[in-house]
């Protein structure tokens, strides 16, 4: 598609006002393909937002079925999905708010073996996730595959957002958090979080993302948010020449005949 139709024009055209956007930033919107992987409280707004803007093509990941304590923070679900498969939900939802996407609901853990398969299409991938293991999965894959990678977490008070753009040499997840060096127990089920700074962490990648398919944004950046004083905090990123995922002894060891 090479432009967009009147009903398009209709809906997006708060989009189309923008100079910064304009019909031609609306057609990057449809054409990409965005991957979001976790459709919890990170997920929920990125998802939400990400469809109201038009994105081509949704795919999301996610084994867990919605339970009431997840209702506190991720405003995908309501009470009628208790019990219900997350991905499948959402996709629901989703489609209540913009039936004119492709969206793609996977109700599966992310692993070794299939994120190749699950992800191999996406032209950025969203780290919505709750555990390291999945993180510094993603990570990997996005480094080797030369993806766009935008992460976030929120835990008690505290919010992070970080993007890495391995379509250039660019520092890694693991460069800021060396593997080893995370506490399994440090989550929302052992430590709480204030529902709110979810969804600004969340809405914060969708942003993120589509500065990047609008060409606004280059680079991998990391920004931590206080959420009781309000305080955003942005950091320069530079290589971990030690980090295993995209360091030196990586490239020695990739490089040795």
Not at 50 to 67: P, Q, R, Y
Not at 157 to 171: I, N
Request: net charge negative; proline share 3%; with cysteine.
């Amino acid at each position: 598609m090479t432009e967009l139709n009147d009903k398009e024009r209709l809906r997006y055209s708060r989009h189309l006002l923008l100079k910064e956007v304009g019909e031609q930033g609306q057609l990057a919107l449809k054409q990409a393909h965005v991957a979001v992987v976790g459709c919890g409280g990170l997920g929920s707004p990125a998802l939400f937002y990400l469809a109201a803007s038009g994105i081509g093509k949704l795919t999301f990941v996610d084994d867990d079925d919605v339970e009431l304590s997840n209702l506190q923070r991720q405003i995908l679900y309501k009470v009628n999905h208790l019990g219900q498969q997350k991905a499948k939900a959402a996709g629901k939802v989703l489609a209540s708010l913009n039936n004119e996407i492709a969206l793609v609901p996977i109700n599966a853990r992310l692993t070794d073996k299939n994120v190749a398969e699950l992800l191999r299409d996406a032209d950025i991938v969203l780290d919505c996730s709750d555990n390291f293991t999945t993180r510094y999965l993603l990570n990997r894959y996005c480094h080797q595959a030369s993806k766009v990678l935008i992460a976030g977490a929120a835990i008690a008070t505290q919010g992070q957002l970080m993007c890495f753009d391995f379509r250039a040499e660019s520092p890694c997840y693991a460069c800021v958090f060396p593997e080893g060096s995370q506490t399994p127990v440090e989550s929302c089920d052992n430590f709480g979080v204030i529902s709110p700074l979810l969804g600004v962490i969340g809405a914060q990648q969708a942003l993120l993302t589509i500065n990047v398919l609008l060409g606004h944004h280059q680079g991998s950046v990391f920004c931590t948010l206080d959420g009781m004083s309000l305080q955003q905090k942005q950091y320069g990123l530079s290589k971990n020449p030690e980090c295993d995922c995209c360091g030196l002894r990586e490239f020695q060891a990739t490089n040795t005949n």
